[in-house]
Structures are given as C-alpha cells and as structure tokens.
C-alpha cells in the first residue's frame, strides 16, 4: 500500500530563507508527483507536476526533484515570502488516473 | 478560462439526511475526481470519473456515490450522513490527452457539517 510521508509537519522561517520540503513515498512505482498549496479553508492549487521520467520540474522561485529510486521529491522554495505561508501538499498517483494519494502536508509560515 | 467550480460552498445538515455536491470541470476535461478532506486523516480519494463512467474508487462505504453527466458535470451523494462525515469536500478535473491524465486542478470545496 503506497503511504506518503512530509517532513517536517511545520516550519517557521524568517523572510528572505531558501528552504526545502521533504517528500517520501513508499512503492516507487508511481506515474507521476505533484505539489500542492492550500491556503486555510480553501482548495489546493497546483504549484509543479513531475512525471515519473523526469527528475525536475521549476516554476519561478519553485523548484521540486524527483528521485523515483529511494522514493524522495523535495520543494524548493528561494527567497521566501510571508505570501507563501500555507500549507504544502505533495501527492502521488499509482497510474494513469485522477487518483492521487496525499501526504499529510507540511505548514510554512514565513514571518516578516 | 474558468477553475472548477463547486456548490454548494458551504451547507450544513442533520444526522440521516442525504447530501448532493456538484462539480463542474475546466472546459474540456473529462476527468473528475473526489476528494474528503478531514484534520484526521487528511485528503482522502472517494472516486474518479471519466466520461460517465467510474475509473476508479477509494475506500469508503457505498453510502458515498457519484456520478458524471455527458457535459463532464459532475455530482457526488452521501446519503444517511452521519458525524464523522463532516468534512471539506474537493472535485479536481485533469485534461486527459491520448489516454494520458494530466496535471490535477482542484476547486474551492465544499464545506459539509453534520449535526
């Protein structure tokens, strides 16, 4: 049964900080990974897709890795913003479905 | 280009009642799948639809059901609510090109409290 892990649950840095999340998966048979953001009380919005070939997907000041093997993807997130306090989700799909298997996301709060 | 959009956004019933949510994709995608949000266990997948058929289902009781209309639409019943039902609900659609699912897109939810 996949499971996926975020690490850490939390974290609280200063503004200007590059900082990355951590990702692991359990069965490295997976199609694709992709990021998440949630902002309280609202949906999720799509930050990168990797697919399962590839090894890295960025987005401006977003960079996510995939390292199918050791079943790892890590966010990278340069210059931090108090814009980017939320809540980061990395996701899982098993095929070539909407089926996505979630972890249990990790909040930032970038303070001023 | 409009998101996904979800309604009702917020509603609250009674234990034994039954709820319907409705979906309706990005223009153009035909994948639509259903999620259960809770602060235990997390989001959950209830179901995936895809051209009016069910792809793909979670683990979760046959009280929870859906299904898609030929415009893409879709819609999702729980039917004898019960506490532990309470919970933000989520519909994302993905474009699928060729057999491939593409990237998820989420709306804004519903939010379902069951007293």
């Known amino acids: 049964k996949q499971e996926v892990t975020q690490i850490p649950a939390a974290l609280s840095v200063p503004e200007g900080e590059n900082l990355v999340l951590n990702c692991s998966f359990t069965d490295s048979a997976i199609y694709n990974l992709q990021w998440f953001r949630q902002d309280p009380g609202k949906g999720l919005t799509s930050l990168l897709l990797i697919q399962s070939s590839q090894r890295e997907q960025t987005s401006g000041r977003l960079n996510a890795s995939l390292d199918k093997s050791s079943g790892r993807s890590t966010l990278y997130i340069a210059a931090s913003q108090p814009g980017d306090s939320a809540t980061y989700l990395c996701a899982v799909s098993p095929g070539n479905t909407g089926k996505l298997i979630f972890g249990q996301g990790t909040t930032l709060q970038v303070k001023p | 280009k409009a998101g996904v959009t979800q309604t009702p956004r917020y509603l609250i019933k009674t234990r034994g009642q039954q709820v319907t949510l409705s979906c309706s994709p990005i223009?153009?995608?035909?994948?639509v799948s259903w999620y259960q949000q809770t602060p235990g266990q997390g989001l959950q997948f209830l179901f995936e639809?895809?051209?009016?058929?069910?792809?793909n289902k979670g683990n979760f009781p046959g009280r929870f059901s859906g299904r898609q209309f030929s415009n893409s639409r879709s819609e999702m019943n729980v039917s004898t609510l019960e506490l532990g039902d309470s919970a933000l609900y989520l519909c994302a659609s993905s474009y699928d090109r060729r057999g491939v699912t593409g990237e998820l897109f989420f709306g804004e939810g519903s939010r379902l409290t069951v007293l």
């Open positions: 223009s153009g995608h035909r994948s």
């Open positions: 639809y895809f051209s009016e058929t069910q792809r």
